[in-house]
């Protein structure tokens, strides 16, 4: 009776047995999503060396080769990893102003009743999914770009141009979302010494949200990189170095979505296509570190 | 020049290249609908696809897309809201917390054709699922997690810090504090964070066409027992999916009314987009009017 009494007593309670329990389960869910991130990096680290380590394929050759041509044994990476970049920076470089200046309008100019319109159009935007952008790419910037320029449309411009259009609504709700984070105070101060709109805008807000622009640029542009179907349906796909922007090229993502399919596991030819997504997962742990090492900065 | 003169030009400048920008969006979002739309009618949404001929419907990649969203779910809500928990209330301020922030980041930052690589090479080699909606629905979810625990891990913050003392103070475990106190109040943005990432992988496609398939074999949609072949319920039959059958029939080409039916599954997609937005904001909504109560 005591005895029963006493390990009541000094015993853990329901409650602290419960907090472990709770404590248990929600280690599990932090340690499988961890594990998880690791097998991903493992396993595709492992699959990406294999043309070099089973093999033997230099990786020099990988690099810089200009040749891809499984049948051949040539595996030269260099003309989809340089559309890739190519289409990337293509179009970073025309929806980063253009995000910031739509950011800068709904901000700090038009007034809240447009701000509730656009809010949850840009939501929308941002939401669509990029089969879709891929698909308005075909039937209408393809057409498009062969009544203007001639050839078949299909190519590093038409890749670009798709690209731009889905993540034109990313980077500028991310754009505005850093404008807003800029104190009020700051706004008022400038214009209370007199500074017009445009001088606020050029001196206070966009230097004080710099960091958090160039990340929103960044992001932009590594979902840009890392986007297969859309680029897939436009881009044209043949592994040639392309030479002019309406030429038809093949970007990383493209290979991989169009190869994967028609090569035996474990082949070289295969084991190529490892390698490329492995170049891609570097490249995207790379756009990670760049916006970590630019917040970062921001912070201080 | 005047510093008045100057900030009229670069509003106007600023002003008319929003204008140009929103009109090409709009103009976009009408094409897509317009186009749409004309297509979409009671046939075209419950009829199944045809391979060759045309005046097929989508019926069956409508539902594989929304049974892959509640599968995709079911295993995601759990994980990420546990997980969210931990780096909410546990998680102590050390490396180790800081790196496994670093793999969540690391994680949401992944191209999603390396994650349906990755689904490939593990779900449907390594443990034999074949092409299948198991298979699509954990590729999904290695999509879904980072994106929903931050929003999970958010709504948790929201949580003033004072409720927890309260219960702390009435000799509550975390665990119980976490689970009666916290939780509840933060059900609606859970909720609203759940609605808007079913959205986003409901138009996921790169992930899909090498875990999920790209092939729609006949189902039977009265057959409700999940361990039949042939059962609509059935989680081990290959499942293509509305955004993947947008890209196959576009690039293979096969179909005579390619056209009509990507344009009609287009203006689906972006209308249930639409949807999710909505109801997101609506629950978003209900939790204002909590909060003022």
């Given at each position: 009776m005591m005895d029963k009494l006493k390990k009541q007593l000094l015993g853990p309670s329901a409650e602290s047995k419960q907090e472990l329990l709770g404590k248990l389960v929600s280690y599990i869910a932090i340690i499988v999503i961890g594990g998880l991130v690791g097998t991903i990096l493992v396993f595709l680290t492992i699959k990406g060396v294999a043309l070099f380590n089973?093999?033997?394929?230099?990786l020099w050759q990988f690099l810089s080769g200009v040749n891809w041509q499984p049948s051949h044994h040539l595996y030269g990476a260099l003309p989809m990893i340089a559309a890739s970049f190519g289409v990337t920076v293509l179009a970073g470089m025309v929806a980063l102003p253009l995000a910031l200046v739509v950011a800068l309008a709904l901000t700090e100019m038009l007034s809240k009743k447009i701000n509730q319109f656009c809010q949850p159009l840009i939501e929308l935007l941002v939401g669509i999914p990029s089969v879709v952008y891929g698909y308005i790419g075909l039937t209408v910037v393809v057409p498009n770009l062969r009544q203007l320029?001639?050839?078949?449309?299909?190519g590093l411009l038409a890749a670009a141009c798709v690209l731009f259009l889905m993540i034109l609504p990313t980077m500028t709700s991310m754009t505005i979302d850093s404008l807003r984070a800029v104190p009020k105070q700051y706004r008022m101060a400038s214009t209370g010494l007199g500074a017009t709109r445009w001088q606020t805008i050029i001196r206070v807000i966009i230097p004080s949200a710099r960091s958090d622009i160039f990340t929103a640029m960044v992001f932009g542009m590594s979902r840009a990189f890392g986007e297969a179907l859309a680029v897939q349906m436009v881009v044209g796909n043949t592994t040639i170095m392309p030479k002019g922007l309406m030429d038809s090229a093949a970007t990383l993502t493209s290979v991989i979505t169009t190869g994967i399919g028609n090569t035996v596991m474990g082949t070289p030819s295969n084991n190529a296509l490892w390698s490329l997504a492995l170049i891609l997962l570097i490249m995207s742990l790379a756009f990670n570190l760049l916006i970590r090492v630019v917040s970062r900065k921001g912070a201080r | 020049m005047r510093p008045e003169k100057i900030d009229r030009i670069a509003t106007i400048v600023i002003l008319g290249l929003t204008g140009v920008v929103g009109l090409l969006i709009i103009s976009l979002l009408v094409y897509i609908l317009a186009t749409g739309l004309p297509n979409i009618s009671w046939h075209f949404l419950t009829s199944s696809a045809e391979a060759f001929k045309?005046?097929?419907?989508?019926r069956d990649q409508l539902f594989n897309s929304l049974y892959l969203v509640v599968i995709t779910m079911i295993v995601s809500v759990p994980l990420a809201l546990c997980a969210a928990i931990y780096l909410s209330e546990?998680?102590?301020?050390n490396r180790l917390t800081s790196l496994l922030r670093l793999a969540i980041e690391v994680l949401s930052s992944l191209p999603s054709v390396v994650v349906g690589l990755f689904g490939y090479l593990v779900f449907v080699l390594k443990f034999g699922m074949d092409f299948s909606l198991l298979a699509g629905a954990l590729a999904l979810t290695i999509l879904n997690l980072p994106i929903l625990t931050r929003s999970c891990e958010d709504a948790l913050q929201q949580v003033p810090y004072l409720q927890r003392q309260a219960g702390l103070g009435l000799g509550m475990s975390k665990w119980r504090i976490v689970t009666k106190i916290v939780l509840p109040a933060a059900l609606p943005g859970i909720i609203t964070g759940i609605i808007l990432s079913a959205g986003r992988i409901f138009g996921e496609a790169a992930a899909l066409i090498y875990t999920a398939g790209q092939s729609s074999p006949a189902i039977d949609?009265?057959?409700?027992?999940?361990?039949?072949?042939?059962?609509?319920?059935?989680?081990?039959r290959p499942a293509e999916t509305l955004a993947v059958h947008i890209w196959k029939v576009n690039s293979e080409?096969?179909?005579?009314d390619a056209r009509a039916v990507s344009n009609g599954s287009a203006a689906v997609l972006v209308i249930t987009i639409l949807l999710f937005n909505l109801l997101a904001r609506y629950v978003g909504h209900l939790i204002k009017r909590r909060l003022v109560k």
């Open positions: 089973n093999d033997h394929f230099s320029f001639g050839g078949t449309g299909f | 045309s005046e097929g419907g989508i546990y998680a102590p301020a949609y009265s057959d409700w027992n999940p361990f039949s072949p042939t059962s609509f319920l059935n989680p081990m080409g096969l179909v005579p």
